[in-house]
């Protein structure tokens, strides 16, 4: 009887998150419209031309991705770049300041055609909007960081005559809907993290359950890891880069985004599970978003530069940072923007 209660609840859950997400959905469509009616638009040129530098900005022409390694060099070349850019960013964040939202026009790389991305005050601070987590493609609906990161992965996987087999650590999402879409010569895999006292590998309600700590793939069996914000929430995240690691083949890649500090070398720790399975906070609680749980997810780190040498003890050969930045293709936001690889 409690086993099938349990069930019961557990499909209500799914049900509910998946009429919340389709409630999202239709919001920010509906806040798509309002801008347009109400002329809350702005065109990579206006932005160039208010901030009178209509020919300096070469990063519009086409997404900037520059590869770093370390925290001394990605400085020198920022701070050839940030003023200019911030300024830009500043100008719409004042110009916008008390509206719900406005419009960017530009190009989506994933969709492959000219777009509108929505942008607005969810997620910031009040005053800077947070665009890594905004700029919604009014086709795919797919926030900046999700558009770059799948764009990334599919050029790696262009020209491959063999079918790679590709792991993401989401199934629910949209951007998992859209990589399994654009990625048609891949084999794809998705999965949610749905509890501790369930087997990875398990389907429950059609939802594949995999723990980062303890994958359920064999050694050496996938050629890329994708993953979207997922290892700020894992309590040891060494220890999943060490699964990362196990589960790539030679010269298998791991993709993946975390919240990152560019100004830190060191990550600070918020959170760890003691050895009696207590959560001890070392920093003020702090819970991000979860497409499968109502109350989120708690975040266990504030990553510095040394993710990148978490990569590298976990045995890759190679880990960097991909730095990008674009106006035109709506990754914008703190000057630059970045995700992570590590190449086994």
Not at 65 to 92: C, G, N, P, S, W
Request: positive net charge.
């Amino acid at each position: 009887m409690q086993n099938s209660l349990k069930k019961i609840g557990a499909l209500i859950d799914m049900h509910y998150l998946f009429l919340r997400s389709k409630l999202r959905s239709a919001y920010y469509k509906t806040k798509i419209v309002c801008s347009k009616l109400l002329n809350n638009a702005e065109s990579v040129n206006s932005i160039k031309i208010i901030s009178g530098e209509e020919n300096s900005d070469k990063s519009s022409n086409g997404p900037e991705m520059i590869t770093f390694r370390e925290i001394t060099e990605f400085q020198k070349y920022y701070k050839t770049v940030a003023d200019r850019r911030l300024r830009i960013e500043k100008h719409l964040g004042d110009k916008y300041k008390n509206k719900p939202g406005w419009l960017f026009e530009g190009r989506c790389q994933c969709c492959e055609k000219n777009a509108l991305f929505l942008a607005d005050w969810q997620y910031s601070d009040g005053t800077a909007p947070n665009y890594r987590e905004r700029l919604f493609c009014n086709h795919c609906g797919l926030n900046s960081r999700q558009r770059f990161i799948l764009h990334y992965a599919k050029n790696i996987l262009k020209g491959r005559n063999e079918t790679p087999k590709l792991f993401c650590y989401e199934q629910t999402t949209d951007f998992y809907r859209h990589l399994t879409k654009r990625m048609n010569n891949a084999d794809v895999t998705g999965s949610e993290y749905l509890g501790y006292d369930k087997t990875p590998g398990e389907i429950i309600n059609g939802i594949r359950h995999e723990d980062a700590l303890s994958l359920s793939f064999e050694n050496g069996s996938l050629d890329i890891i994708i993953s979207n914000d997922v290892y700020e929430h894992v309590p040891a995240v060494s220890k999943a880069l060490h699964e990362a690691y196990r589960c790539l083949k030679k010269d298998g890649i791991l993709i993946f985004s975390v919240p990152f500090f560019m100004n830190k070398k060191t990550t600070e720790q918020r959170a760890l599970i003691d050895n009696k399975g207590t959560t001890v906070h070392l920093l003020p609680e702090q819970y991000h978003a979860n497409p499968v749980s109502r109350k989120g997810s708690l975040v266990y780190y504030d990553f510095g530069w040394d993710i990148l040498n978490f990569c590298k003890e976990a045995g890759f050969r190679d880990a960097y940072i991909v730095a990008y930045y674009s106006m035109l293709y709506g990754y914008i936001g703190n000057g630059m923007q970045f995700i992570f690889c590590a190449e086994k």
